[in-house]
């Protein structure tokens, strides 16, 4: 039919490509699904995501064939004039094809990992490209992935050559002409169908007003949001929203309403230390509360860090604002949740100057402790905000690195418990470890530290992905170990706080440790253990309320009685009347919320759709109590958003 309508050749080549591409990008929907299910997901219900996730695909397809059609209108250019010009098209279809291949190969990575597709917070990896190049390098097989990628790639090229010359066979000797009108034509559908819809474009957050979070996410293409997000690298912020919803936010955090700033002066009276305490605050790499011992997990990671949670203060319903190292440092040395949607806070100009709780810390030796490079991430300029602070990172230390990420956790530790044992005043320490992260090497210096190899169904069942996983928060467990019993020979550990609290958790199957909403709902990843460890000072207590990791800082200071100003959202959870809360943030979702004791609220800021759940089955409410309380968090989410975004940009040291 085709050839008796007598369409151009290159327009019968471009209709071969494009059925191709069709079946390509629907084989790795299909691989999507296939992968990453959850089990009671019923195939019957994801119809509705191939059919958007077809939209986004010939959006995509259509953008990748335009330029051969519009070139074309020019017959000296189409790839039927000459061989040459057939190798130029042949190869530009290659290495854009690689480009996409390569895009879905990291968006699996990312969705493997993260549980979320890939977004335009890649780009935050740009910044440093050396680091992760070479963790992608420890951690992965790259070269076999690049040359399958390859491979693909050329055999696809050897594909359109094919369909080429087949096209060319099968309309030699038929006299078809070449006619304009067919390639205006083609370019006015291919435009149309990468538009998306009449009268409105196809938006790709489309694909999260589905029915569940995995629906939507099996209907994205990532090329789309990589694309779409890319918009929301720029800090920005709307005083006039903020300065609205001060009255919401004030009446819930208990804040004077009448006050002319966000600035508050606090001096609490320890009820724990005599004289000024030392402070060894430790930022523990994705420190997911379901895979430890205090979760009650069978595998029993960590024994020992169960101990100290035993001895000390230990705050079991701990949440960061959001999923990302980066994030987490900047929470938790400003207070601030990280509401910036793409680039990360410690990368903007802004995170250059921001007041923190730590410099109110007067008459005390700061220091900062990471294995590896400050640079990554930009931890070191957001840790130069501390005033003195001294930086001991990558090239200071006596042990030798292990892999990209530095010395092993249990060699930082014990670096860092003989330069405390040297003080002759108080101090405040930051240690962020990293050793529980991809490659998860462990130090062969540590013959004395057994990896074991559960059962694959037992490491599933209890949330891990991999042996490798597994053994890694074991040898965190094993270096904190080394760190504390070190430290209770020295005479500073006596006097001194120590802080846990995880830099993020990791999203992931809980449902042997929490009900089903914990892993439905991803509080996998944000949920961390917070806890307080001072031996002889604090008593032990176990405490349910729901607490921020932006809270850990104004804690710190009313644990310690140190006065300090409070300029953000932090709140002292320890001492003071909190109410029981957590705000978080899913950047490329564009989702916020807020987790309660009772509830887990959800809405969106990039179109109309919030989202009420229960969480304390225990618990009952009517039907207009719900509605009552889904008003009230509404507001109260919107009015955590602004402010942060305002605070992001407003917090100067003083």
Same mark, same amino acid.
């Given at each position: 039919?085709?050839?008796?309508?007598?369409?151009?050749?290159?327009?019968?080549? %471009?209709?071969?490509?494009?059925?191709?591409?069709?079946?390509?990008?629907?084989?790795?929907?299909?691989?999507?699904?296939?992968?990453?299910?959850?089990?009671?997901?019923?195939?019957?219900?994801?119809?509705?995501?191939?059919?958007?996730?077809?939209?986004?695909?010939?959006?995509?397809?259509?953008?990748?064939?335009?330029?051969?059609?519009?070139?074309?209108?020019?017959?000296?250019?189409?790839?039927?004039?000459?061989?040459?010009?057939?190798?130029?098209?042949?190869?530009?279809?290659?290495?854009?094809?690689?480009?996409?291949?390569?895009?879905?190969?990291?968006?699996?990575?990312?969705?493997?990992?993260?549980?979320?597709?890939?977004?335009?917070? %890649?780009? =935050?990896? *740009?910044?440093?490209?050396?680091?992760?190049?070479?963790?992608?390098?420890?951690?992965?097989?790259?070269?076999?992935?690049?040359?399958?990628?390859?491979?693909?790639?050329?055999?696809?090229?050897?594909?359109?050559?094919?369909?080429?010359?087949?096209?060319?066979?099968?309309?030699?000797?038929?006299?078809?002409?070449?006619?304009?009108?067919?390639?205006?034509?083609?370019?006015?559908?291919?435009?149309?169908?990468?538009?998306?819809?009449?009268?409105?474009?196809?938006?790709?957050?489309?694909?999260?007003?589905?029915?569940?979070?995995?629906?939507?996410?099996?209907?994205?293409?990532?090329?789309?949001?990589?694309?779409?997000?890319?918009?929301?690298?720029?800090?920005?912020?709307?005083?006039?929203?903020?300065?609205?919803?001060?009255?919401?936010?004030?009446?819930?955090?208990?804040?004077?309403?009448?006050?002319?700033?966000?600035?508050?002066? /606090?001096?609490?009276?320890?009820?724990?230390? *005599?004289?000024?305490?030392?402070?060894?605050?430790?930022?523990?790499?994705?420190?997911?509360?379901?895979?430890? !011992?205090? !979760?009650?997990?069978?595998?029993?990671?960590?024994?020992?860090?169960?101990?100290?949670?035993?001895?000390?203060?230990?705050?079991?319903?701990?949440?960061?604002?959001?999923?990302?190292?980066?994030?987490?440092?900047? *929470?938790?040395?400003?207070?601030?949740?990280?509401?910036?949607?793409?680039?990360?806070?410690?990368?903007?100009?802004?995170?250059?100057?921001?007041?923190?709780?730590?410099?109110?810390?007067?008459?005390?030796?700061?220091?900062?402790?990471?294995?590896?490079? $400050?640079?990554?991430?930009?931890?070191?300029?957001?840790?130069?905000?501390?005033?003195?602070?001294?930086?001991?990172?990558?090239?200071?230390?006596?042990?030798? $690195?292990?892999?990209?990420?530095?010395?092993?956790?249990?060699?930082?530790?014990? #670096?860092?418990?003989?330069?405390?044992?040297?003080?002759?005043?108080?101090?405040?320490?930051?240690?962020?470890?990293?050793?529980?992260?991809? $490659?998860?090497?462990?130090? #062969?210096?540590?013959?004395?530290?057994?990896? +074991? /190899?559960?059962?694959?169904?037992?490491?599933?069942?209890?949330?891990?992905?991999?042996?490798?996983?597994? =053994?890694?928060?074991?040898?965190?467990?094993?270096?904190? #170990?080394?760190?504390?019993?070190?430290?209770?020979?020295?005479?500073?550990?006596?006097?001194?706080?120590?802080?846990?609290?995880?830099?993020?958790?990791?999203?992931?199957?809980?449902?042997?440790?929490?009900?089903? #909403?914990?892993?439905?709902?991803?509080?996998?990843?944000?949920?961390?253990?917070?806890?307080?460890?001072?031996?002889?000072?604090?008593?032990? +207590?176990?405490?349910?309320?729901?607490?921020?990791?932006?809270?850990?800082?104004? !804690?710190?200071?009313?644990?310690?009685?140190?006065?300090?100003?409070?300029?953000?959202?932090?709140?002292? %959870?320890?001492?003071?009347?909190?109410?029981?809360? *957590?705000?978080?943030?899913?950047?490329?979702?564009?989702?916020?919320?807020?987790?309660?004791?009772?509830?887990?609220?959800?809405?969106?800021?990039?179109?109309?759709?919030?989202?009420? +759940?229960?969480?304390?089955?225990?618990?009952?409410?009517?039907?207009?109590?719900?509605?009552?309380?889904?008003?009230?968090? !509404?507001?109260?989410?919107?009015?955590?958003?602004?402010?942060?975004?305002?605070?992001?940009? =407003?917090?100067?040291?003083?």
């Amino acid at each position: 039919m085709l050839f008796r309508l007598r369409i151009p050749k290159t327009l019968l080549w %471009v209709l071969n490509l494009f059925i191709l591409y069709t079946l390509l990008l629907t084989a790795f929907r299909c691989l999507t699904l296939l992968l990453f299910k959850p089990a009671d997901e019923p195939f019957s219900s994801l119809l509705s995501s191939f059919l958007l996730g077809f939209r986004f695909d010939l959006r995509w397809i259509c953008l990748l064939l335009l330029p051969v059609v519009l070139v074309s209108t020019v017959p000296q250019f189409s790839p039927y004039y000459s061989v040459r010009n057939k190798k130029a098209w042949t190869w530009y279809l290659a290495l854009a094809t690689f480009f996409v291949v390569l895009i879905y190969t990291i968006d699996f990575g990312c969705f493997a990992y993260y549980r979320v597709r890939l977004g335009a917070t %890649v780009f =935050n990896f *740009a910044d440093d490209v050396a680091i992760a190049s070479r963790m992608l390098w420890e951690s992965y097989p790259v070269f076999w992935l690049l040359l399958g990628l390859t491979v693909l790639v050329l055999t696809l090229r050897f594909l359109f050559t094919r369909l080429h010359g087949s096209v060319l066979a099968k309309t030699e000797g038929k006299g078809i002409l070449y006619k304009r009108k067919w390639f205006l034509l083609t370019a006015f559908v291919f435009v149309f169908c990468a538009y998306g819809g009449f009268p409105h474009p196809l938006a790709w957050n489309a694909a999260f007003k589905m029915k569940d979070d995995f629906s939507g996410y099996l209907a994205l293409n990532p090329l789309q949001t990589v694309f779409s997000t890319l918009g929301n690298r720029k800090p920005h912020f709307d005083e006039g929203k903020a300065k609205d919803l001060y009255p919401v936010l004030s009446d819930w955090m208990g804040w004077d309403k009448n006050a002319a700033s966000y600035k508050k002066i /606090e001096n609490p009276a320890s009820k724990y230390f *005599a004289s000024k305490p030392n402070v060894v605050l430790v930022v523990c790499e994705s420190f997911s509360m379901y895979k430890t !011992s205090m !979760s009650g997990n069978a595998l029993n990671t960590t024994p020992y860090i169960k101990s100290l949670c035993d001895s000390g203060l230990f705050f079991n319903r701990c949440f960061t604002p959001h999923f990302s190292t980066a994030r987490g440092m900047f *929470a938790i040395v400003t207070g601030i949740p990280d509401v910036q949607l793409a680039k990360f806070s410690t990368r903007t100009d802004a995170a250059k100057n921001q007041h923190t709780i730590i410099n109110n810390f007067e008459g005390y030796n700061k220091f900062y402790f990471l294995g590896g490079s $400050p640079a990554f991430n930009n931890f070191e300029g957001l840790m130069q905000n501390v005033n003195g602070v001294q930086m001991e990172t990558e090239g200071a230390f006596v042990s030798k $690195p292990i892999d990209v990420w530095g010395i092993s956790d249990k060699n930082l530790f014990l #670096e860092a418990n003989k330069l405390f044992a040297q003080q002759r005043q108080p101090f405040f320490a930051v240690i962020q470890t990293s050793d529980n992260h991809p $490659p998860y090497t462990i130090a #062969e210096e540590d013959k004395d530290f057994v990896q +074991q /190899e559960p059962d694959k169904i037992e490491l599933e069942k209890y949330g891990f992905e991999s042996v490798a996983q597994y =053994n890694a928060m074991r040898y965190f467990d094993y270096s904190v #170990e080394h760190f504390i019993e070190s430290a209770k020979k020295e005479a500073y550990f006596n006097n001194t706080l120590f802080v846990f609290v995880g830099d993020h958790g990791v999203a992931g199957n809980a449902t042997a440790m929490y009900q089903k #909403e914990w892993t439905e709902n991803r509080l996998t990843e944000m949920h961390v253990p917070l806890f307080f460890y001072a031996p002889g000072h604090i008593p032990q +207590q176990t405490r349910d309320d729901v607490v921020s990791q932006i809270d850990v800082l104004s !804690s710190i200071a009313g644990v310690c009685g140190q006065k300090h100003v409070n300029s953000t959202l932090g709140r002292d %959870v320890v001492n003071g009347q909190n109410n029981h809360s *957590a705000f978080f943030i899913r950047h490329d979702e564009g989702e916020i919320g807020l987790i309660s004791d009772d509830f887990y609220f959800t809405k969106n800021i990039l179109f109309e759709k919030e989202k009420l +759940q229960l969480l304390n089955a225990k618990a009952s409410y009517t039907k207009p109590q719900l509605d009552s309380v889904q008003k009230r968090l !509404s507001a109260v989410t919107s009015g955590y958003l602004e402010t942060a975004r305002w605070m992001l940009m =407003n917090n100067k040291k003083f």
